[in-house]
T-cell receptor
């Protein structure tokens, strides 16, 4: 059972480039989300989805797009990378929005550097 | 402004009990309190979740007072492998009937030999 798989693990982009961070889960979880983690800022929610075809913005959505065409996949797109998007990105899933007795399952992260 | 507050860092020694307290002054009535552990270069990992009083599992205990404005994660007899960052997560009331999840900034626990 792989859990939550994120690719790539590391990425360097030039300012203005675009890319997609991939996230896939094999636990049939309805809820999936993207966080960014920065020193001194903790975990901040970017976008989330409560099921296939349904997405919504989190705390820091600007500069990021998401879609949810299947239960398993929840890619995060950076349309025009900026240095302020240098961060570690985590994908998480859950079988309930907040009240799952087992909480969220996180991927191992993507470390993104924008130069 | 709803927020959670945790100590930035703590030091301990192998075999000791460690208690990490998180203050959450505006927790939503029906929301749980959840604690996560994070090792370097890994995503956070669920440790324990509770609503009120005390919850215990194989790795930790969670103590929640009646007013639920704080919670204490208790790690019994820590070992070197417990060196990590520990986060609390709570839900707070948001606009309308929504709730917003608030993460603490994390407590960096260093366990020494």
């Amino acid at each position: 059972n792989a859990g939550v798989t994120q690719t790539p693990k590391f990425q360097v982009l030039k300012t203005g480039q675009s890319m997609t961070l991939q996230c896939a889960q094999d636990m049939n979880h309805e809820y999936m989300s993207w966080y960014r983690q920065d020193p001194g800022m903790g975990l901040r929610l970017i976008h989330y989805s409560v099921g296939a075809g349904i997405t919504d913005q989190g705390e820091v959505p600007n500069g990021y797009n998401v879609s949810r065409s299947t239960t398993e996949d929840f890619p995060l797109r950076l349309l025009s990378a900026a240095p302020s998007q240098t961060s570690v990105y985590f994908c998480a899933s859950s079988d309930g929005i907040r009240d799952s007795p087992y909480g969220y399952t996180f991927g191992s992260g993507t470390r993104l550097t924008v130069v | 402004l709803a927020k959670t507050t945790q100590p930035i860092s703590m030091d301990s020694y192998e075999g000791q009990e460690v208690n990490i307290t998180c203050s959450h002054n505006n927790i939503a009535t029906n929301d749980y309190i959840t604690w996560y552990q994070q090792f370097p270069s890994q995503g956070p990992r669920f440790i324990i979740q509770g609503y009120k009083t005390k919850v215990t599992n194989e790795v930790a205990s969670l103590f929640i007072p009646a007013d639920r404005k704080s919670s204490t994660l208790s790690l019994p007899r820590v070992s070197l492998s417990d060196t990590a960052v520990y986060y609390c997560l709570v839900g707070v009331p948001n606009a309308g009937n929504n709730r917003k999840l608030i993460w603490g900034l994390g407590t960096s626990l260093a366990v020494n030999p």
